[in-house]
């Protein structure tokens, strides 16, 4: 479906932390200033597929006012690198002067969605491609469930992810206004949660945990919530993030790979597909450290077993592919395949992830890849 199996993602979060201190990873990373050499770099190494993200903050100035000043020079770097980016349209950050609670919160962000759309496809000439709304499950969860990042709230979870979805469906159809054959890609956290030994009461608990990972999905195809206005044609790329901490036992420790409650990673993406029928995106993956090779490897052949069992499966997000501080200090985190950027600006590549991510390709030889890949069919397809 793309020109490249393997995708580079930025990391882009824009919230404020329950502190009130607002991050900016494009720029703490260094990525919005070494747009140009950052896009050259993922694409010698054969990535032509990219997600990155808007700052919605810092482009609507004043309701309906747009200073694309800092999302230009990405989205024109990208463009002649000859990559093509999925543009997350809001990745956890807004700009101050709307609550994210009110009805005008949606209707103003379908507008800038719609602004959005229109800039890319003039800039580019190609198709946008957008990602609405990062994390709706995690943000629900994160910043109205716990407070940990904006809105701040406690106990509201539920809320907010239903106002998300509606934020998502109005972005949705603001692009399609624009261009109808526009593609989206979600991102939602995938999860397994076990009971363990515990009562049959423990497990049940887990079990609804679990699927609580659906909830979003469940919403923008209408399978629940209908008032919503969700439908199955609203839902195009399924996208799963997946990392070594997303399997945990209920009020307990993260469950080691390997081990007998660790739900296989291909298991995971066929139920996906059962439950909505769409092709799938690995939209976020990685290790730190010297494990990042290694999970690579896992999660490519895992991806692999679910290709040749059907599973249309159409690409693997390296995230994030440039190392950048944590949220909560300064640590930078050795996450991707390029460094954080030294005195002259130049980023290093970490050799033994990007050797994995050869090997990987090697094994999907263009003969092999169609003989083993399963089409898409028509009725699966969102435009060309």
């Known amino acids: 479906m793309f020109d490249s199996f393997f995708m580079a993602g930025f990391e882009c979060s824009s919230h404020r932390r329950a502190d009130g201190r607002r991050l900016d990873l494009l720029a703490s990373s260094g990525h919005d200033r070494l747009a140009e050499s950052d ?27 747009y200073d694309w000043s800092s999302f230009l020079p990405m989205l024109r770097a990208s463009h002649r690198n000859g990559v093509h980016v999925f543009w997350d349209l809001c990745h956890y950050g807004w700009p101050d002067d709307i609550d994210i609670w009110s009805p005008e919160f949606v209707e103003r962000f ?22 609405p709304v990062n994390e709706i499950s995690y943000w629900a969860w994160a910043g109205a469930e716990v407070g940990k990042m904006n809105p701040a709230a406690h106990g509201r979870a539920a809320e907010l992810k239903r106002q998300l979805v509606r934020v998502a469906l109005a972005a949705i159809e603001a692009v399609r206004e624009i261009d109808p054959q526009a593609r989206f890609l979600f991102a939602e956290p995938a999860i397994h949660v076990d009971g363990g030994s515990g009562p049959a009461e423990h497990q049940a608990e887990a079990e609804n945990y679990r699927l609580s990972q659906f909830e979003a999905y469940d919403m923008l195809t209408g399978l629940a919530a209908p008032e919503l206005g969700g439908t199955p044609g609203h839902l195009d790329l399924v996208g799963m993030n997946y990392y070594p901490d997303n399997q945990w036992y209920l009020h307990g420790s993260t469950i080691p790979l390997g081990h007998h409650a660790y739900q296989p990673f291909r298991a995971m993406l066929a139920e996906v597909f059962r439950r909505y029928g769409r092709p799938i995106v690995v939209s976020e993956t990685g290790a730190e450290g010297t494990a990042r090779p290694a999970w690579l490897h896992y999660v490519a052949s895992e991806v692999e077993a679910a290709i040749a069992g059907g599973i249309p499966v159409e690409g693997i997000c390296i995230y994030p592919v440039a190392d950048c501080p944590g949220w909560e200090d300064e640590r930078v985190r050795p996450l991707g395949l390029l460094s954080e950027p030294g005195p002259e600006g130049t980023r290093e590549i970490y050799g033994p992830l990007a050797d994995e991510m050869r090997r990987q390709e090697q094994d999907r030889a263009p003969a092999d890849v169609a003989r083993r890949r399963p089409r898409i069919p028509k009725e699966l397809r969102i435009g060309p």
């Open 39 to 65: 896009y050259r770099r993922i694409g010698d190494l054969g990535l032509r597929v990219a997600r990155d993200g808007l700052r919605w903050h810092l482009i609507e100035t004043a309701p309906g006012h």
């Open 110 to 131: 379908g507008k800038f969605a719609a602004a959005a759309a229109r800039l890319i496809r003039e800039e580019t000439g190609e198709t946008p491609m957008v990602c």
